[in-house]
């Protein structure tokens, strides 16, 4: 396992259009978070898995945002009706339970949508 | 509410030279603070965590510092290289796993 992969890399849709991206974390880590990012800015939370439980959302995610991680392994972040101010940088990151509670993550490449 | 102020303009340094970048937080106290570096379209690499109870952490050319009464990090790299130029972010910690991360600081060390 060389690290955490997203799918797809890019994607183009127009206005209205329900999207889904893929992510694959490092198999060991039961820890599991969505973030999105704009230019000039630094990555935002969006949500956070810890196996298939999703124990923390952001308040700012619409009810348009939906992620999902069956079975704890790989995650799905779903964008129904998107809108033009939903073009980012979508990241996911995985992390191990470690003891002492330190929070290191390993980001994937991360999904640019582009939403026209 | 939580607030993570990072250097706005980019910082360009000379080769060699160290680079000082500035992470500061207000309306909370971190148990840890933590340092990423990030290439353009590429995600997050964590560099360096520091604990409240460590006034400095180095590793290689990269050091950091917690003051928690200034609430302020200093995250410094020495010996600057071309290849350390990207964008710098720091994420204090929030008290749970979400994680708030700073805007970052854009550096561009010229050869």
């Known amino acids: 396992d060389t690290g955490v992969s997203q799918d797809p890399r890019h994607k183009i849709t127009k206005r209205g259009q329900n999207v889904t991206f893929r992510c694959d974390p490092i198999s060991e880590h039961n820890r599991l978070y969505w973030y999105r990012q704009t230019l000039g800015q630094g990555p935002e939370f969006l949500t956070y898995f810890q196996n298939e439980a999703q124990l923390e959302k952001s308040r700012l995610l619409s009810d348009r945002f939906s992620a999902e991680r069956p079975k704890g392994s790989f995650s799905t972040l779903e964008i129904q009706r998107t809108e033009q101010g939903d073009s980012a940088m979508y990241l996911c990151?995985?992390?191990?339970?470690?003891?002492?509670?330190?929070?290191?993550?390993?980001f994937g490449p991360g999904t640019r949508l582009t939403v026209l | 509410s939580q607030k993570i102020e990072q250097n706005s303009e980019a910082l360009n340094i000379q080769e060699g030279k160290t680079a000082t970048l500035t992470c500061n937080y207000t309306?909370?106290?971190?148990?840890?603070l933590q340092w990423y570096r990030q290439d353009p379209g590429r995600g997050p690499v964590f560099l360096l965590l520091?604990?409240?109870?460590?006034k400095e952490k180095r590793k290689e050319r990269l050091k950091v510092t917690f003051d928690t009464t200034l609430k302020q990090s200093l995250f410094h790299i020495t010996a600057s290289q071309p290849a350390d130029s990207a964008t710098y972010l720091c994420?204090?910690?929030?008290?749970?796993?979400?994680?708030?991360f700073g805007a970052g600081t854009r550096l561009f060390v010229k050869a």
């Open positions: 994420a204090p910690n929030t008290g749970g796993f979400k994680t708030i």
């Open positions: 520091i604990r409240e109870n460590e």
């Open positions: 309306n909370y106290s971190p148990a840890y």
């Open positions: 990151a995985s992390s191990p339970v470690l003891t002492g509670g330190s929070n290191e993550q390993f």
